[in-house]
């Protein structure tokens, strides 16, 4: 099979797109002739964390297709079904943290940008009906990711003010999405004023130029919640928003791991500060059924074929996206 891996060299030097040989399912797995992939920021990382040193790795978190082998004792799945990627796994139940063993599929483990791809059962879902194979393969990273820090851990719901700096990218995109739906007011940040112009034309309800006065724009206006995808570039920035008691949740650090916090305006002002990553299968299953109620689909910037990897991955690394970067795997 046709599969893009990393190897030998860290970075993007490491890619290649060439051939692997393709595995049957073991115990309890199954395995998916993939149409569809998505790209997440995490794609990145992987080309540095996974070691010039270890074995050839497919790359890859999400995606979508058909079930085209099944392993011992598995029940409930046929070949022929028309399933979504769970990037999520061993991590079932919905907890105040991942359990210990936890991992991401795309590293350590083989992932989605490849013709098939085996994974456990359980981490297949069927796929909606009123999504397509170009919306279902970008969904389940970004969705997950989004709906847990929104909703398990912010708990946000009509009537919030709702802060999302840096908008763009596939997260951020969902979690504007996901807060409208549920009647919050929305206010995005971004450097591009396209990129603020998108944000409008989906639903936020103010977009503020990220290199501007936040505080002078928002004109004394606070923020029940703001969801941080970015990290140190806007963490301080983010926390002066917020009113007394206000809640911060942070997942990413594009921009940086390392901030300074003023802890008297942190104790004083009662701010809560919450981390999160990913989610459990029962959020995602949530999720799933989160999107479907409100009809909600990805908001895809450009579907590639896979070997056209290149442009796909510079434009990511560039920050030139507005939604889901995708591609088209088996075609």
């Known amino acids: 099979m046709k599969a893009l891996i990393h190897e030998k060299k860290a970075g993007k030097e490491g890619l290649s797109y060439c051939e692997m040989e393709e595995l049957l399912p073991k115990e309890g797995e199954v395995r998916v002739r993939l149409e569809t992939a998505g790209m997440n920021h995490r794609d990145l990382f992987v080309l540095n964390r996974h070691k010039e040193s270890e074995p050839p790795l497919i790359i890859g978190s999400d995606g979508a297709g058909v079930i085209d082998a099944i392993g011992p004792s598995v029940t409930n799945i046929t070949i022929g079904d028309e399933v979504m990627i769970n990037p999520s796994l061993g991590w079932i139940e919905e907890s105040d943290a991942p359990p210990k063993g936890f991992e991401i599929v795309g590293l350590p483990f083989h992932g989605t940008f490849a013709q098939s791809i085996i994974v456990p059962a359980e981490n297949v879902t069927p796929k909606p009906s009123y999504l397509t194979w170009e919306e279902a393969g970008v969904l389940s990273l970004a969705g997950i990711t989004a709906y847990r820090a929104l909703f398990s851990r912010a708990k946000v719901k009509a009537g919030m003010n709702v802060l999302i700096p840096g908008i763009g ?32 034309a989906i639903g936020a309800d103010f977009a503020l130029d990220s290199n501007s006065d936040w505080t002078k724009n928002l004109q004394g206006t606070k923020m029940d919640v703001v969801i941080d995808c970015v990290g140190a570039a806007t963490f301080n920035k983010s926390l002066s928003q917020l009113r007394p008691g206000g809640t911060i949740v942070t997942f990413g650090s594009s921009t940086g791991d390392e901030v300074n916090i003023n802890l008297r305006d942190l104790f004083y002002g009662q701010i809560n500060v919450l981390g999160t990553t990913m989610g459990s299968k029962e959020e995602y299953i949530k999720m799933l059924q989160f999107i479907e109620l409100h009809q909600i689909k990805p908001i895809i910037d450009r579907i590639y074929p896979l070997s056209e990897y290149e442009q796909a991955f510079l434009r990511l690394d560039n920050a030139e996206q507005f939604g889901k970067i995708g591609f088209h795997v088996n075609s």
Do not use: D, I, Y
């Not at 969902?174 to 995005?188: M, N």
């Open 169 to 200: 990218s596939g997260v951020a995109t969902f979690l504007l999405q996901f807060a409208k739906a549920v009647g919050a007011t929305v206010f995005v940040t971004s450097r591009s004023v396209e990129k603020c112009e998108q944000a409008l």
